[in-house]
């Protein structure tokens, strides 16, 4: 059997998922911003304290088949807006304008780019064209553009965009010290629509920086140490590849992806034909759907509300999570976006946090203890929450501690069940699959607000993302236009897409033959896309007719070992078994001994009833009044609302 490891890197905490000849074993790390090799390293060497009982990296490392990595990285820069000053470079000024269709992309072209864009003329010979270069790159570096994107449009743009990069190198070689790096539009997709484009390749320049040193530091490092395999990047496509081989974009959402990767086993596992995603991280709320199996897809993604080349899963992400800042604004309380991270942390981490969480909120509420959070591993402190919570939040609002504790945990919950309403449709047959390190913690209360009676907690909640990375399989995507719809241009172009897959799989370390060709053809346009799955290229030309603006997909896999959820089947019912109680506070300034629960205890069919605490491995929730828990035969926990509502 393999040897797995798959990394979730979150905001606020890294999570490490080890498969070892089918047994699941896990642990975190807190996520260092400042250098995210540090917490990648340090979990290694936990992991490899699962394995050997003391630190042994190298010896992890040379013995693992497969590690895969994702991060969430992307996302919280997007939602926190923290990347480069990016300038843009077109040769129709009529593209900013669609880049801004909509008030939340204009707001969005504004954070990231704002008045740094110029308009170049390309219909002059390369000495005139050269001149406007210089004045334009040194108009929009002075205007503080560290990073440019070049995006030219018309039927030869990439042509033309192929002759500015030749003219920009020679004007701004790349050795020289200062140099604007440069990143151009038909290099990183090539996709015939303008906007989707280029709004593709200025995301991407935006997220490039903070995945870039620290991926090919960390793949160094790896290979250092004589690991196996290279470091593979989960991507938000489902696919797994190389560094070199994947592009910044593609790490948008990969966290999430994992954890609807494994929603989609959860599906399958449970027979669920609606089961929604709600992933809790440090920084976000990520909601995802899974119906009839199927993994919800856009085929031309929204990234932060803008429209992308990329097929994405329909993943929505909200700013709440478990270290988003409570505000008071205008006598309002608030939570989120943004968010204490890791570094300093919430206040009862006692790292210097100097803002409320709801990781404060539930410490002093009672649900949370020293001993058992983060297995133990990182102290708590509950007088620095209170302080915090007093000065920035009962203090203003003009209320008792107790009062906060509740309306803190009230609008957590309300802001969860909002995302909610926002992303999907919640139905009597809707199931929440919550897991990450908070989705468990205020989960009941969110569903009961959002209409949703029924609620999955997989075993491995707390690193579900992380475990989900485990269905995914080595992969790449390439499309390309079609100038024509015969069979010939189709056929030739088919070619040039498997020759170019055989290549990047090579860089793998797999042969082409290994891998399982899947073509589709895009026709159509903008929102009038229609997407047609190919058994066979001779197909491809009755879907097709003269004039149609079409193009041509490959998607190339090469099966990588997988995770299993465990057991299936029914069970029968029996009591569950408590461990203890604990003391928390109900919202109305009294308190109330509460049994706790340790799920990994508890026999399969095992059956209780709210108030209750469940501790899980790494993660804490509150059953509140009203709730059954049963456990499965694989050990997850499944929740039914049946109070009243």
């Known amino acids: ?21 089918g047994e699941v074993r896990y642990t975190k790390t807190l996520t260092t911003p400042y250098d995210l090799s540090r917490c990648l390293f340090d979990g290694l060497t936990r992991v490899s304290e699962l394995v050997y009982g003391e630190p042994a990296l190298a010896a992890l490392l040379q013995s693992t088949d497969y590690i895969r990595y994702s991060t969430t990285q992307g996302t919280n820069a997007l939602v926190q807006r923290a990347g480069p000053r990016l300038g843009l470079l077109v040769a129709d000024p009529t593209v900013v304008e669609g880049l801004a269709a909509t008030q939340a992309q204009e707001d969005l072209l504004a954070a990231l780019v704002g008045d740094r864009w110029a308009a170049i003329s390309l219909d002059r010979d390369d000495e005139a064209v050269s001149a406007e270069l210089v004045a334009r790159v040194n108009d929009l570096s002075a205007r503080g553009a560290q990073r440019l994107v070049v995006a030219i449009s018309g039927a030869d743009g990439a042509g033309a965009e192929a002759r500015v990069k030749r003219l920009l190198l020679k004007l701004y070689p790349r050795h020289l010290l200062g140099a604007v790096p440069l990143l151009f539009s038909w290099e990183l997709v090539a996709d015939a629509d303008d906007i989707r484009r280029t709004w593709s390749s200025v995301l991407n ?12 530091n960390a ?33 948008y959402s990969s966290g999430p992806r994992g954890g609807l990767e494994g929603t989609r086993a959860l599906a399958a596992h449970y027979g669920l034909r609606h089961l929604v995603m709600v992933d809790v991280g440090g920084t976000t709320t990520d909601i995802g759907v899974v119906s009839d199996e199927a993994i919800h897809v856009d085929r031309r993604g929204l990234i932060d509300h803008a429209p992308s080349s990329l097929e994405l899963a329909a993943i929505t992400s909200y700013g709440v999570g478990g270290s988003s800042i409570f505000r008071v604004v205008d006598g309002r309380l608030r939570v989120g976006p943004d968010s204490v991270g890791a570094a300093p942390g ?7 946090g100097d803002q409320p969480t709801i990781t404060d909120v539930l410490l002093l509420a009672g649900l949370l203890d020293p001993a058992t959070y983060l297995g133990g591993t990182l102290p708590l402190y509950p007088d620095r929450g209170a302080k915090v919570i007093q000065d920035k939040v009962a203090g203003p609002l003009g209320i008792s501690l107790d009062d906060a504790l509740r309306q803190m945990e009230d609008t957590h919950a309300a802001a969860i069940a909002h995302a ?19 989705g468990p913690m205020t989960v009941c209360g969110a569903a009961r607000r959002a209409g949703a009676r029924h609620v999955l907690i997989p075993r491995t909640a707390a690193v579900f993302s992380a475990f989900g990375i485990g269905f995914s399989d080595l992969g790449q995507r390439y499309e390309q236009p079609l100038p024509a719809v015969d069979y010939a241009t189709i056929s030739d172009v088919a070619g040039r897409l498997l020759a170019l897959g055989a290549r990047d799989m090579f860089a793998e370390g797999v042969d082409a033959s290994a891998c399982t060709p899947r073509f589709r053809l895009t026709v159509g346009q903008h929102d009038e896309e229609r997407v047609i799955e190919l058994d066979d290229l001779q197909d491809a030309t009755t879907h097709l007719t003269p004039g149609d603006r079409a193009s041509l997909e490959l998607v190339l896999l090469a099966p990588l070992p997988h995770v299993t959820l465990g057991e299936g089947g029914d069970v029968g019912a029996s009591p569950a078994e408590a461990e203890g109680t604990r003391v928390l506070r109900d919202g109305r300034g009294g308190q109330a001994e509460t049994p706790v629960y340790a799920l990994a205890s508890q026999r399969p069919g095992a059956r209780g009833s709210g108030p209750a605490v469940i501790e899980g491995p790494f993660f804490t929730m509150r059953v509140p009044e009203g709730w059954q828990f049963d456990t499965t035969a694989a050990g997850d926990l499944r929740l039914t609302d049946r109070g009243e509502r």
């Open 346 to 352: 919430p206040a009862c981490f006692g790292l210097g």
């Open 1 to 21: 059997m393999a040897r797995l490891i798959n990394i979730d890197n979150g905001g606020t905490l890294t999570d490490f998922c080890l498969v070892d000849d």
């Open 219 to 251: 793949d160094r490092r790896l290979r250092d140490a004589r690991a196996r395999q290279p470091l593979r990047i989960f991507r938000n496509d489902g696919g797994s590849s190389r560094v070199s081989k994947s592009a910044a974009v593609k790490t």
């Open 420 to 438: 909610l309403a926002d992303a999907t449709t919640v139905t009597g047959d809707t199931v929440l699959a919550a897991f990450g390190g908070a």
């Open 205 to 216: 320049a935006f997220l490039h920086p903070a995945m870039e040193l620290f991926l090919f």
